[in-house]
């Protein structure tokens, strides 16, 4: 089974500065998908931002990018000029994407890590 | 987008008794849906997978006669938690893949409370 870490807890970055969340997971497949999830106060789990691994450019959605080395199995994730509505849980996922070749794709499951609380200080 | 609508979003219940959590798909069909148990200040611990019209598969650990999973139509699938006891109060999730399959859409929860 894939397994995925996040090492930091907790991390606090001061509003319109940047803050970098570290993921790394263990896999022997070639074809994945990983996501960021982000988990507010009120719990709703909300996509951040998705990466293909197949994909050599890294995603970026607005103020969220990553930073993918799929040789090294890293998927970071940098917020940039912070805000004090990304203050949250930010869950790192992996998801096979060995399924899809049989039209099974629905029932891969994601892998998440343990998570990362992020506090914006005004 | 794709919406998953969980209900209730919380729930207070005597020990012993049951209660149900319905996810629907508003806008698409969700053949699998996936349920989760979290816990304060951790991550989702997936607890089964249900399939439209056929049993759920449940992880290892996880009782399938006190978590009764039902997915009895395309937009529809209910988690029961029988006989419940305060060692069962949890927020619960649950997520179907989006119309993309290459992601996930997730129900806003439900906080379960035993007493």
């Known amino acids: 089974a894939q397994t995925v870490t996040q090492s930091q807890p907790e991390m606090s970055v001061q509003e319109a500065e940047t803050v970098t969340l570290s993921c790394t997971y263990d896999t022997s497949e070639s074809d994945y998908y990983l996501f960021w999830y982000k988990q507010p106060p009120s719990r709703q789990m909300i996509l951040v931002i998705r990466q293909e691994a197949y994909k050599q450019q890294n995603a970026t959605e607005n103020r969220f990018s990553v930073n993918f080395q799929k040789a090294a199995k890293s998927f970071s994730l940098k917020i940039s000029d912070s805000q004090l509505g990304d203050a949250a849980m930010y869950f790192c996922?992996?998801?096979?994407?060995?399924?899809?070749?049989?039209?099974?794709?629905?029932?891969?499951?994601?892998?998440f890590g343990k998570g990362n609380q992020v506090v914006v200080i005004p | 987008g794709a919406v998953v609508s969980q209900h209730p979003s919380w729930v207070i219940c005597k020990s012993g008794t049951s209660v149900k959590i319905e996810c629907r798909s508003l806008d698409f069909q969700a053949t699998t849906m996936f349920w989760y148990r979290q816990f304060p200040k951790q991550s989702l611990m997936l607890m089964a997978t249900?399939?439209?019209?056929?049993?759920?598969?449940?992880e290892q650990g996880v009782e399938k006669d006190k978590f009764l999973i039902n997915h009895a139509s395309l937009t529809l699938s209910t988690l029961t938690v029988t006989s419940a006891h305060p060692e069962d109060s949890s927020f619960y999730i649950c997520s179907a893949p989006d119309l993309g399959g290459n992601g996930y859409t997730f129900g806003s929860g439900t906080r379960l409370t035993v007493v």
């Open positions: 249900s399939n439209e019209g056929s049993k759920a598969t449940y």
């Open positions: 996922a992996y998801r096979s994407a060995l399924l899809r070749r049989w039209g099974h794709d629905g029932n891969n499951r994601l892998a």
